[in-house]
């Protein structure tokens, strides 16, 4: 039931604001970036003659790409003097994202990794495109170029991240039961049970920051990824707990050392073993996992 007292602008404006922070995140990979859009949406939203306006969700849409896109130029730099690797901001999601297949993909921190190497441009088209459907006409108006070129645009960023993406959608439950096995292995310091859910190719990321200790390059092969996790715990005294949850659609473990939340673990799995992990420690990227997020692709 909308309120009486509320005007036209803010009643669109609050209707589509789960959408637009999806959009932007799924742009920025940074629930931070994609409040200060939804800041920058608003503003301008409320200056635009409602009469002119055919359709409010396009045009909240396209005015959200267009400060997205002016802030992932600028996020560009930043990552280039990050310390270590740069992984996408976690998100709480509520169970049901999880239960979505489209929608738990597309917000995967694995997709969410492969749309890094994409450039501004090729990633706003991709993720209007491919995760929300809007069409190249729509898309060419937010992105400011022809529809021709923003055909092509996407057909270029589809192939180049079909090449990279995980070749299966695994459901929820088959990661679950792969991310038990991890943790079983990782609270008994099992190094060959953990060897045997770990797929040879494995690449483990981590990100700290430079605030928090992490491994400054990603480190490949269940050898080293296992040496290094175990030897991890081995050189703590502290109690380290790890908490199921469900992180930007897909299950994950909350991480805490001596109750003291320390990072968010996600996994990517393929033929039943991790094929991908990736720890967020960064304390200043922890912040959206306390309270759920409303993320939607409609």
């Known amino acids: ?106 917000m995967s921190m694995a997709l969410m990794l492969v749309l890094e190497t994409l450039s501004p441009t090729e990633r706003a088209v991709f993720v209007l495109r491919e995760a929300f459907d809007v069409s190249y006409e729509e898309i060419a108006e937010a992105v400011g170029k022809s529809p021709a070129a923003v055909r092509q645009i996407a057909y270029r960023a589809r192939r180049h991240v079909d090449a990279r993406r995980p070749r299966e959608t ?20 099992d190094l060959q049970g953990l060897l045997d859910v770990l797929a040879p190719e494995i690449v483990l990321v981590s990100d700290g920051g430079g605030v928090k200790q992490a491994a400054l390059r990603p480190i490949s092969g269940a050898g080293k990824v296992a040496r290094f996790i175990i030897g991890g715990i081995g050189k703590t005294r502290s109690t380290i707990s790890a908490q199921h949850t469900v992180v930007n659609g897909n299950p994950a473990l909350v991480m805490r050392v001596d109750g003291e939340l320390d990072g968010v673990l996600a996994f990517r799995v393929e033929d039943a073993r991790i094929t991908g992990l990736y720890y967020v420690r960064n304390p200043e990227k922890l912040t959206h996992i306390e309270s759920e997020n409303p993320i939607t692709l409609h």
């Open 1 to 106: 039931m909308s309120d009486p007292t509320a005007d036209p602008a803010t009643e669109a404006f609050v209707a589509h604001r789960n959408l637009l922070f999806t959009v932007a995140y799924e742009m920025l990979g940074s629930a931070a970036d994609a409040e200060d859009v939804l800041q920058e949406t608003w503003l301008r939203w409320v200056k635009v003659d409602l009469a002119e306006v055919r359709d409010q969700r396009a045009y909240l849409v396209r005015i959200a790409t267009r400060q997205a896109l002016n802030r992932l130029r600028t996020m560009t730099r930043r990552k280039e003097a990050y310390v270590g690797p740069w992984l996408p901001e976690p998100l709480l999601t509520t169970p049901d994202v999880a239960e979505d297949a489209e929608l738990a993909e597309s």
């Open 170 to 189: 695994v459901s929820a439950s088959e990661t679950r039961a792969v991310m038990e096995s991890f943790q079983r292995a990782l609270h008994t310091g």
